[in-house]
């Protein structure tokens, strides 16, 4: 079956630090990754989605970069965080139609 | 282009009574359909999805949904709400040949003793 990790689970950063968050993906090949960001109180935005390696879509012009060197891996950066970063960020992927989220990472930037 | 309405952002409900969560759509292809659950600082997890076939669908939990192409409408459904099924639900969009999912702004549902 497949699974999908994200780490860390939490991240206390200050403002100006960089980032690194970090999505695999087990059990499946050639999967479409996603990256999104839930800010308090609101709904999934959408940030990165990637269809292979080394092909990236941004969706919202931001301070994020990502990156996937690995079929099952999706790492999400930055160089300096800002405040409005914080949020719970999740790594999906997806198959035929539906998509399966990770655990999730709460991130939060003082 | 495709978008979700999901109606009531809060929605309570007595344990025991029927649980209604209204989801909207607008789709240029067939949709694909989802509704999906989150708990308190938890990934999403999936209820139940319509893709083609039978318009109603039948998920985890008890929850199930009809597909009405004429209303634009995938509402969510439970005959009794239980204590545990307090959490945000999202409805989702998506379509053959797309690779975007269109999440509603979610609706709280809870359950009242």
């Not at chain 1, 308090?40 to 012009?61: D, H, K, T």
């Not at chain 2, 495709?2 to 009574?17: D, N």
């Amino acid at each position: 079956s497949q699974t999908i990790h994200q780490w860390p689970a939490t991240l206390v950063q200050p403002v100006g630090s960089p980032l690194s968050l970090e999505c695999t993906v087990e059990g499946t090949s050639n999967p479409n990754l996603y990256w999104y960001r839930q800010a308090a109180g609101r709904g999934l935005q959408l940030l990165f989605y990637s269809v292979g390696i080394g092909q990236i879509s941004s969706e919202v012009p931001q301070n994020l970069s990502a990156s996937r060197p690995q079929d099952r891996q999706f790492i999400l950066s930055s160089k300096k965080l800002l405040l409005s970063d914080s949020g719970f960020y999740l790594c999906a992927w997806s198959g035929q139609t539906e998509q399966f989220f990770g655990p999730g990472t709460r991130l939060t930037v003082l | 282009a495709q978008s979700v309405t999901q109606l009531g952002s809060h929605v309570s409900v007595s344990e025991g009574a029927l649980v209604l969560l209204r989801c909207n759509y607008s789709s240029s292809v067939p949709p694909y359909l989802f509704w999906y659950v989150q708990y308190p600082n938890q990934g999403l997890q999936l209820l139940l999805k319509y893709t083609t076939g039978a318009t109603l669908v039948k998920g985890i939990n008890g929850f199930e949904a009809e597909f009405k192409k004429s209303e634009t409408s995938f509402h969510l459904t439970k005959p009794s709400a239980h204590m545990s099924d307090a959490a945000e639900y999202f409805c989702a969009v998506s379509g053959p040949g797309t690779y975007k999912y269109i999440f509603g702004t979610g609706t709280r549902l809870k359950v009242l003793a």
